[in-house]
Nanobody
């Protein structure tokens, strides 16, 4: 079984920064893709960013967020700068070892973390 554990969420003022981390553990696991999604109450989970050997970003976060990974540690990170109140959400880490995963589609990922809350105050 594969477990994903996120950390780094919190409360920050508009314009501030946070860095989210996610580490995969469990059975031998070599994820092809690792990514971040976010969700607010009453809304569907939305794509934020993902990384394979290439990075992918939602238009809403381009230029503000940076995704990176450490393959040796099976970890992925999300550096979030210039945060806005609309970035407030529960952020989830996702991973999948299949090359057939659809990068920006939450239903395509097999493994998920429990989520970490990010709150941006105005």
């Amino acid at each position: 079984q594969v477990q994903l554990a996120e950390s780094g969420g919190g409360l920050v003022q508009t314009g501030g920064s946070l860095r989210l981390s996610c580490a995969a553990s469990g059975r031998t696991f070599s994820p092809y893709a690792m990514g971040w999604f976010r969700q607010t109450p009453g809304k569907e989970r939305e794509f934020v960013a993902a990384i394979t050997w290439t990075t992918y970003y939602a238009d809403s976060v381009k230029g503000r967020f940076t995704i990176s990974r450490d393959r040796a540690k099976n970890s992925v990170y999300l550096q979030m700068n210039s945060l806005k109140p609309e970035d407030t959400a529960l952020y989830y880490c996702a991973a999948d070892d299949r090359r057939s995963v659809v990068i920006d589609t939450s239903g395509s990922y097999a493994y998920w973390g429990q989520g970490t809350q990010v709150t941006v105050s105005s």
